[in-house]
């Protein structure tokens, strides 16, 4: 095999140890394989750094071993050219597995340039996707403590949940507050309500008639202050995205016009792929990516599993949200592909073909630079116009209808064209 690279290195990263492995060519014109372990401090990365400037080292390969691989990429990547690769695309032989042989094997790949790198976005993308996911970590945390709200109420028997959506609306927070300040009468606690909770004063007086004890006060008073604490964070981490993609106010803007896709989703897309989508060929790589694309298992001519891969996990969560808001719509193309493929392939592989559809939607829009429009909810039966009529024709006829068919003339926009 032709060798692209005469001077490279390949790393396999551990949580304490790196083991490197450099190759360079010899006064004689083959290659030296040159083996060290280092370990994964700042110093010792410092050193493993110019250990590979000592010998001219260029290109370098790593594999994406959980988070141990950024430390050493952020350090490095101002020095020599990295490559990320996805531990799946270069399995090592069975029965040959040790740190050092798989440092060698990753330099032996990348030498002959038989390796695939990762998409890794530069530094400002990944300082922003750092945010985002701690924000969706955080709001994932309130939900969960909302439910832990809820439980306690109902094991003092309070149905609060059973009246009002919200527990911790505005008067959800103003009866339980008052709950831990001992009050127990059900209508003052009802009396609380505001706006259109309070035409349900008779519910939320059987709702709040419960035994709120001691203990539950106290949970609940960890509970809220819990709660509150995760809100004040949350809307330090909006202001801190927003101000960071303040230069990308129109992209923003017009992800969030795709229907099932709000603001912070949005900010969160964004935050993943970025708006240089240059790295991705086509809008059918990026889905892959993602993990929301089919995936390609054939054989012998026979097509196996089509099981989508893992792709970025908080990207993919995000666009089978976003999925699921965009199916229940009444008027979107979105809810008229979910309901259109999940009639004869079920509802999983529905959502997963919407949130295809809509990050092939957010490519376009970015990469030719132009608005969404939706193309409705009856787009699917203007492509055959004359099968929908004859589909809605024999569902009439079993109704035991007769149906006579007349065609109406269309207009001659010729004659208005000329006009």
Same mark, same amino acid.
């Given at each position: 095999?032709?060798?692209?690279?005469?001077?490279?290195?390949?790393?396999?990263?551990?949580?304490?140890?790196?083991?490197?492995?450099?190759?360079?060519?010899?006064?004689?014109?083959? +290659?030296?394989?040159?083996?060290?372990?280092?370990?994964?401090?700042? +110093?010792?990365?410092?050193?493993?750094?110019?250990?590979?400037?000592?010998?001219?080292?260029?290109?370098?390969?790593?594999?994406?071993?959980?988070? !141990?691989?950024?430390?050493?990429?952020?350090?490095?990547?101002?020095?020599?050219?990295?490559?990320?690769? +996805?531990?799946?695309?270069?399995?090592?032989?069975?029965?040959?597995?040790?740190?050092?042989?798989?440092?060698?094997?990753?330099?032996?790949?990348?030498?002959?340039?038989?390796? /695939?790198?990762?998409?890794?976005?530069?530094?400002?993308?990944?300082?922003?996707?750092?945010?985002?996911?701690?924000?969706?970590?955080?709001?994932?945390q309130r939900a969960e403590m909302i439910n832990r709200v809820q439980k306690i109420l109902e094991d003092a028997n309070i149905k609060l949940a059973s009246v009002a959506s919200d527990v911790l609306g505005v008067s959800g927070r103003a009866m339980i507050e008052a709950m831990i300040a001992g009050e127990s009468d059900p209508a003052v606690l009802a009396d609380l309500a505001v706006r259109r909770l309070?035409?349900?004063?008779?519910?939320?007086?059987?709702?709040? $008639?419960?035994?709120?004890?001691?203990?539950?006060?106290?949970?609940?008073?960890? $509970?809220?202050?819990?709660?509150?604490?995760?809100?004040?964070?949350?809307?330090?981490? @909006?202001?801190?995205? #927003?101000?960071?993609?303040?230069?990308?106010?129109?992209?923003?803007?017009?992800? @969030?016009?795709?229907?099932?896709?709000?603001?912070?989703?949005?900010?969160?897309?964004?935050?993943?792929?970025?708006?240089?989508?240059?790295?991705?060929?086509?809008?059918?790589?990026?889905?892959?990516?993602?993990?929301?694309?089919?995936?390609?298992? #054939?054989?012998?001519?026979?097509?196996?599993?089509?099981?989508?891969?893992?792709? +970025?996990?908080?990207? /993919?969560?995000?666009?089978?949200?976003?999925?699921?808001?965009?199916?229940?719509?009444?008027?979107?193309? $979105?809810?008229?592909?979910?309901?259109?493929?999940?009639?004869? /392939?079920?509802?999983?592989?529905?959502?997963?073909?919407?949130?295809?559809?809509?990050?092939?939607?957010?490519? !376009?829009?970015?990469?030719?630079?132009?608005? !969404?429009? @939706?193309?409705?909810?009856? !787009? $699917?039966?203007?492509?055959?116009?004359?099968?929908?009529?004859?589909?809605?024709?024999?569902?009439?006829?079993?109704?035991?209808?007769?149906?006579?068919?007349?065609?109406?003339?269309?207009? @001659?926009?010729?004659?208005?064209?000329?006009?």
């Open positions: 095999m032709d060798i692209l690279h005469t001077r490279c290195a390949g790393l396999d990263v551990h949580k304490k140890t790196v083991v490197a492995c450099r190759i360079t060519p010899s006064s004689q014109g083959e +290659n030296v394989m040159q083996t060290r372990t280092f370990g994964t401090m700042t +110093n010792d990365i410092l050193a493993l750094a110019q250990w590979l400037q000592e010998a001219q080292i260029t290109e370098v390969a790593m594999e994406s071993t959980s988070v !141990y691989w950024k430390p050493i990429w952020n350090l490095m990547e101002s020095t020599f050219h990295l490559m990320l690769v +996805n531990p799946q695309h270069m399995k090592q032989v069975p029965g040959r597995k040790t740190d050092v042989k798989d440092a060698q094997w990753i330099a032996t790949l990348l030498q002959h340039g038989l390796l /695939r790198a990762s998409f890794v976005p530069p530094a400002p993308q990944r300082a922003l996707r750092e945010i985002t996911r701690t924000r969706s970590t955080l709001i994932r309070r035409s349900k004063q008779e519910a939320l007086e059987q709702a709040l $008639f419960g035994n709120v004890q001691a203990h539950h006060r106290v949970i609940l008073t960890q $509970f809220l202050a819990v709660i509150d604490a995760l809100d004040a964070s949350i809307t330090v981490l @909006d202001t801190e995205i #927003e101000q960071a993609l303040a230069p990308f106010t129109q992209a923003v803007q017009r992800l @969030d016009m795709i229907t099932g896709i709000g603001l912070a989703t949005a900010q969160m897309i964004l935050s993943e792929i970025g708006t240089d989508l240059s790295s991705f060929p086509s809008a059918q790589h990026l889905c892959a990516w993602a993990g929301v694309a089919p995936g390609n298992n #054939e054989s012998a001519g026979k097509r196996f599993s089509g099981r989508t891969r893992r792709g +970025n996990q908080t990207l /993919r969560t995000g666009l089978v949200q976003a999925a699921q808001a965009a199916a229940r719509s009444k008027t979107s193309y $979105f809810s008229a592909l979910y309901h259109r493929i999940a009639a004869h /392939r079920g509802k999983g592989r529905a959502i997963i073909a919407v949130a295809h559809a809509i990050l092939k939607t957010i490519y !376009y829009l970015l990469t030719r630079d132009s608005d !969404y429009e @939706d193309l409705g909810h009856d !787009y $699917f039966e203007k492509l055959n116009p004359k099968r929908t009529a004859n589909r809605l024709i024999k569902r009439l006829e079993g109704l035991g209808y007769t149906i006579t068919k007349t065609e109406q003339p269309q207009p @001659d926009l010729s004659q208005a064209i000329a006009a």
